[in-house]
């Protein structure tokens, strides 16, 4: 008798099932195990028949427009919390309460203060940030 899985077909149902998975915001690897079957048999059959993943594409897609569209009517109707987040994730820039510096990662204690004051002045938030506190950001000359 021959192990392994038995053989699933490609059908509509099949299709219908992964696009609702993948709207609710499933992993590839999450519809894999709701519908029993294996990773391996996914990304080998989706490489042979586009439908499955142009099927995990179009309920990703769906699921994420038919939340954008609540949080946005939510927004509009005066949820404070809902335009709150609109507003801090469409436009950070203007609407962030904290602004990260996260992209800063350096060891200063292991830099000369002209190598700590290159990198101030590299950087023009952080360089008008401490502009008012080190005067030497101001010169364009470097000694």
């Known amino acids: 008798m021959k192990r392994g899985p038995k053989p699933r077909q490609i059908t509509k149902e099949l299709l219908e099932q992964i696009e609702h998975h993948a709207a609710r915001g499933l992993s590839q690897k999450q519809i894999c195990d709701a519908l029993g079957f294996s990773e391996t048999w996914w990304h080998a059959k989706k490489a042979e028949y586009s439908e499955l993943g142009e099927s995990y594409k179009k309920g990703s897609a769906s699921g994420l427009a038919d939340v954008t569209n609540a949080l946005y ?8 919390v809902s335009q709150i987040f609109f507003l801090k994730n469409r436009d950070p820039n203007r609407w962030n309460d904290v602004k990260s510096i996260n992209h800063l990662q350096l060891n200063v204690s292991k830099m000369t203060d002209s190598q700590l004051l290159q990198e101030l002045k590299s950087d023009p938030v952080l360089s008008s940030t401490f502009q008012n506190i080190i005067p030497q950001l101001d010169q364009t000359n470097d000694e």
């Open 73 to 80: 009517e939510n927004a509009m109707s005066g949820n404070p």
